[in-house]
């Protein structure tokens, strides 16, 4: 299933030299790992605040794309750099939904969405994370297939937090979009348990 994640290791080569001279910096991988959860509940507290002002959401997908980096950096700082550790496995994915469940909850601050549409996704984005992860417990590999993987969240929650700031996406139009991730969201956690099966099995 074509997921954005695919795209990661060109995402990654493009910032390697960035990542390199975090090392020398003495950067370590779980330092940038949290950094990136902190920087969400930041980012979230602040749109939240100031929903009323649509263009204060412009400030969520500028922060998805700096958050974006900051996970393919703590990767590769942790692969390429020897800094993997049991520690850093836990932040990493805790970090992720932490920070998904801050952005996300932000869109109950507007009036004209369904909060229940929300909560909705904020279960399910935690779900297909958790079903990627119990890949590992059959013995196959953290599964991260699509449709609606964390990397396609971070695209389309960034795509209509631009078109709100921009006045461009009318309001009474989220809950429709809200209900298709949730079912890309349901499909992505049948296609994450399916293939970690599949996988096992190999």
Same mark, same amino acid.
């Given at each position: ?7 990661? $290791? @060109? ?14 910096? @003495? ?6 790992? +949290?950094? /990136?959860?902190?920087? *969400?509940? !930041? ?15 412009? %400030?969520?997908? #500028? ?20 800094? @993997? ?22 869109? !109950? ?9 929300? !909560?909705? +996704? +904020? ?10 992860? %119990?890949? #590992?417990?059959?013995?196959? *590999?953290?599964?991260?297939?699509? $449709?609606? /993987? ?7 929650? /960034? ?10 996406? $009318? ?12 079912? %890309?969201? !349901? ?13 096992? @099995?190999?």
């Amino acid at each position: 299933m074509l997921s954005i994640y695919q795209l990661k $290791p @060109k995402f990654q080569a493009l910032l390697r030299p960035l990542t390199t001279s975090l090392y020398h910096a @003495k950067i370590t991988a779980n330092q940038v790992t +949290v950094a /990136g959860c902190l920087g *969400s509940i !930041i980012v979230a507290l602040i749109v939240g605040m100031l929903a009323a002002y649509q263009w204060i959401f412009c %400030l969520i997908p #500028i922060w998805m794309f700096i958050r974006m980096a900051l996970n393919a950096i703590d990767g590769m700082l942790a692969r390429e750099f020897q800094q @993997k550790s049991d520690l850093g496995a836990y932040l990493n994915e805790i970090g992720d939904v932490i920070s998904d469940i801050a952005l996300m909850l932000v869109f !109950i601050q507007l009036d004209d969405v369904n909060h229940y549409l929300v !909560i909705m +996704v +904020v279960l399910l984005a935690f779900l297909s994370e958790y079903s990627g992860v %119990l890949g #590992i417990m059959i013995g196959a *590999s953290r599964r991260y297939d699509g $449709p609606m /993987g964390k990397s396609d969240r971070a695209f389309v929650f /960034g795509a209509i937090c631009f078109g709100i700031a921009i006045h461009l996406l $009318p309001l009474d139009w989220i809950n429709s979009l809200l209900w298709i991730i949730n079912i %890309l969201l !349901i499909y992505t956690v049948i296609n994450r348990i399916r293939n970690g099966l599949r996988q096992a @099995k190999k």
